[in-house]
Nanobody, 116 residues
Framework: QVQLVESGGGLVQAGGSLRLSCAAS????????MGWYRQAPGKHRELVAT???????NYADSVKGRFTIFRANARNPMYLQMNSLKPEDTAVYYC??????????WGQGTQVTVSS
């Protein structure tokens, strides 16, 4: 069983920066990818960024050039560095971990609020 705990959310002014972290624990088998989704009030959960076990990254068009996803390995925290934040980035951010054995696991989410 995999447990994911996010941290680093908060309130920031537009143009500011935040770094989210996601710590994974438990039994992690056949890790394939980790990533971040976000969900704003009244909207569907949407992909923000992912990183595979090989280090390949993928970003939503809306965050390209502003957000960076990185990690050391499956057991070290995964990070999402968010720069040049905009009010439309306001959402609850969820991290996930994909495993060929246990499927997709989710964290509890962390709130990011960007004021204009």
């Amino acid at each position: 069983q995999v447990q994911l705990v996010e941290s680093g959310g908060g309130l920031v002014q537009a143009g500011g920066s935040l770094r989210l972290s996601c710590a994974a624990s438990g039994i992690i088998r056949s890790f394939s990818a980790m990533g971040w989704y976000r969900q704003a009030p009244g909207k569907h959960r949407e992909l923000v960024a992912t990183i595979t076990s090989g280090g390949a990254t993928n970003y939503a068009d809306s965050v390209k050039g502003r957000f960076t996803i990185f990690r050391a390995n499956a057991r070290n925290p995964m990070y999402l560095q968010m720069n040049s934040l905009k009010p439309e980035d306001t959402a609850v951010y969820y991290c996930h971990l994909d495993s060929a054995v246990t499927g997709r696991s989710w964290g509890q989410g962390t709130q990011v609020t960007v004021s204009s």
